[in-house]
């Protein structure tokens, strides 16, 4: 096979979970006097951890968000996810190829394990995902665009960085595979495709995928 390991980041890829965060995100910031659209945020948040919020808040305000901001930021997200999530449309006959193929995946996620979980257990995709199978931005120093992430997936899963293919949707999230020296393959199905460039491939329709990863070279 071409891959020993594909690494599906969760939000938009997984579960399709960015048109309610974002949306969340804007509202709430906008609560704050930080004045942001549903597509601001898609274009400065989408595929980072929540410190990067924090960071691009500070740096084009000058303010601090408020304490409790994450708090209340994924307390309303969570709500939202138990109420509304859906798996990404055609994920799951995905996950059933790769078992079947005997590829291992993970998954590796700029979200809290607590946001990946909540998630899953919604959506079922927990049935796919062993706890040892997921990756956190929790468990590193830095979010993406940093190679941290995955690499250290890559080193837990027992596979050499070069034989991963990296799933993203996310420009930061392509940025951080190519940066770990993996392949990636951008999912354009919700973020347009010049935005993902820097991809290994793209790919509009979940039933592409297992072709991209399981062919032989």
Not at 19 to 34: F, R, W
Not at 100 to 109: D, F, K, R
Not at 164 to 181: M, N, Y
Request: hydrophobic share 40%.
């Amino acid at each position: 096979m071409r891959y020993d390991l594909v690494a599906f980041d969760n939000d938009g890829v997984l579960v399709d979970s960015e048109p309610l965060s974002n949306t969340i995100l804007a509202g709430y910031l906008t609560e704050l006097g930080h004045p942001t659209s549903y597509e601001d945020s898609l274009r400065d948040y989408m595929g980072g951890a929540v410190h990067r919020i924090h960071d691009l808040v500070r740096e084009r305000s000058g303010r601090r968000l408020p304490a409790e901001f994450d708090e209340e930021f994924h307390g309303r997200v969570f709500e939202a996810f138990r109420r509304e999530l859906e798996p990404v449309r055609g994920v799951v006959e995905v996950l059933a190829q790769l078992r079947a193929a005997a590829l291992p995946y993970c998954v590796a996620s700029s979200g809290s394990h607590e946001r990946i979980r909540v998630g899953h257990r919604k959506t079922g995709l927990d049935a796919w995902f062993p706890e040892e199978h997921v990756f956190s931005a929790d468990d590193v120093g830095r979010g993406k665009p940093a190679p941290d992430l995955f690499l250290r997936a890559a080193e837990r899963m027992g596979v050499a960085p070069e034989r991963c293919a990296v799933v993203e949707d996310s420009p930061l999230g392509v940025e951080a595979a190519r940066a770990a020296g993996m392949d990636v393959y951008g999912f354009s199905a919700m973020t347009p495709a010049e935005r993902l460039a820097g991809a290994t491939g793209l790919f509009a329709d979940m039933a592409e995928l297992p072709r991209l990863v399981t062919a032989s070279t």
